[in-house]
């Protein structure tokens, strides 16, 4: 009787279990010192908990006096000017329509001249092959450009400041005109 080794890869995806179950609960109690979980503050806590209690033991009761409050000037400092922060103007999107290669125009002259091939007999057929092909070529370069085309959106901001500036995506972006914008690393983030 021959015994059967396991095969290496049950034997990594074992130690792979291992290794993340043992990082799992040390995330969790807390011993790795990024976590989450953390057993320093459920110490704090029972910490506090037993401190307030022997201090309501041991003070005795005392009546409080009020005193009025005291009117303090409020040292409100003036608001900072944000020079990165502004307001969309509005967005636009523009079209930018793709160039052929010659690879559409290929492809579609041979399949207008296949199809082109399937009418007629003798002259015929030859015209309409080549009309076939003519035709097939046109549309091909047509649909390769309109394949190849692109979108891209301008977003017009008005900063603080009074001065202007573009920002150009190739994703639609999810800003709309009055929305209140912060210019972070030339890229745009909510300002609420």
């Not at 092959?129 to 979108?151: D, F, H, P, Q, Y």
């Amino acid at each position: 009787m021959q015994s059967k080794s396991i095969h290496p890869l049950t034997w990594i995806t074992g130690i792979a279990v291992i290794l993340f179950s043992v990082a799992g609960i040390a995330a969790i109690m807390g011993w790795i010192p990024t976590s989450m979980g953390k057993t320093a503050d459920i110490a704090a806590v029972e910490q506090a908990s037993t401190n307030t209690s022997t201090q309501h033991a041991a003070k005795p009761a005392v009546a409080k006096t009020h005193t009025a409050p005291t009117q303090v000037a409020a040292n409100v400092p003036a608001k900072a000017r944000c020079y990165e922060c502004g307001v969309v103007e509005n967005v636009q999107e523009s079209a930018h329509k793709g160039e052929g290669s010659g690879m559409g125009a290929v492809g579609g002259a041979v399949v207008g001249g296949l199809l082109g091939h399937q009418i007629g007999n003798g002259n015929g057929n030859t015209a309409a092959t080549v009309i076939g092909a003519v035709g097939g070529g046109l549309a091909g370069n047509e649909v390769e450009k309109r394949v190849k085309s692109t979108k891209n959106y301008a977003t017009t901001v008005r900063l603080d400041d009074g001065s202007s500036r573009v920002f150009n995506t190739a994703a639609a972006p999810g800003w709309h005109s009055g929305d209140k914008v912060k210019v972070v690393n030339d890229v745009l983030q909510s300002n609420i």
